[in-house]
T-cell receptor
Framework: GAVVSQHPSWVICKSGTSVKIECRSL??????MFWYRQFPKQSLMLMAT?????????EQGVEKDKFLINHASLTLSTLTVTSAHPEDSSFYIC???????????????FGPGTRLTVL | AQTVTQSQPEMSVQEAETVTLSCTYD???????LFWYKQPPSRQMILVIR??????QNATENRFSVNFQKAAKSFSLKISDSQLGDTAMYFC????????????FGKGTRLHILP
């Protein structure tokens, strides 16, 4: 099946630094990628929807200046957490929707997640 | 706005038993998708089963089947002959039948399969 990778899988950083997380669709093209945040024992909360070549659409309450999303190609989206603080510590998951024929909805595949710890 | 409700935060069953996880949703849409995702301790999200609202027949994938009641807006997951590897968090999810639309997840049910 289709594979979505995330890098790094785990990152620890100091408060005030920025961290970039990459999401790649390895064997398919994805015009749309999604970024989620998951706190321990909670559900996935959608942060933003990223479309290749255009600005991301952020969910209500998500600071777009803090969580910068770039979707530069059909196989790569990046999430940069700027000036990270301990409250940004969480599990970040991306997903990629494969390109399908017009009018149909492609399957969405999830990456393995990135654990961010901000000291 | 669409909502997904899972009323069972946690369940435990003995290995080889059958277990049913409940899910209800609210939408004004007529055409949409429903999903059950599994998240094991590795935290990798795995699609278990998918149902398209316009299909009356309930989806089945090996030991996993759903009971889709469109009028009642209910979408339960039945796991037959449960196995230890089924231990995981299970999320019910909804998506409108729109090309770039997002998946909305329920809060999840933590399922423990006991040996």
């Amino acid at each position: 099946g289709a594979v979505v990778s995330q890098h790094p899988s785990w990152v620890i950083c100091k408060s005030g630094t920025s961290v970039k997380i990459e999401c790649r669709s390895l064997d398919f093209q994805a015009t749309t990628m999604f970024w989620y945040r998951q706190f321990p024992k909670q559900s996935l909360m959608l942060m933003a929807t990223s479309n290749e070549g255009s600005k991301a659409t952020y969910e209500q309450g998500v600071e777009k200046d803090k969580f910068l999303i770039n979707h530069a190609s059909l196989t790569l989206s990046t999430l940069t957490v700027t000036s990270a603080h301990p409250e940004d510590s969480s599990f970040y998951i991306c997903s990629a929707r494969e390109v399908r024929l017009a009018g149909s909805v492609g399957t969405q595949y999830f990456g393995p997640g990135t654990r961010l710890t901000v000291l | 706005a669409q909502t997904v409700t899972q009323s069972q935060p946690e369940m435990s069953v003995q290995e080889a038993e059958t277990v049913t996880l409940s899910c209800t949703y609210d939408t004004s849409e007529n055409n949409y998708y429903l999903f059950w995702y599994k998240q094991p301790p590795s935290r990798q999200m795995i699609l278990v089963i998918r149902q398209e609202a316009y299909k009356q027949q309930n989806a089945t994938e090996n030991r996993f089947s759903v009971n889709f009641q469109k009028a009642a807006k209910s979408f339960s997951l039945k796991i037959s002959d449960s196995q230890l590897g089924d231990t995981a968090m299970y999320f019910c999810a909804f998506m409108k039948h729109v090309v770039d639309d997002k998946i909305i997840f329920g809060k999840g049910t933590r399922l423990h399969i006991l040996p």
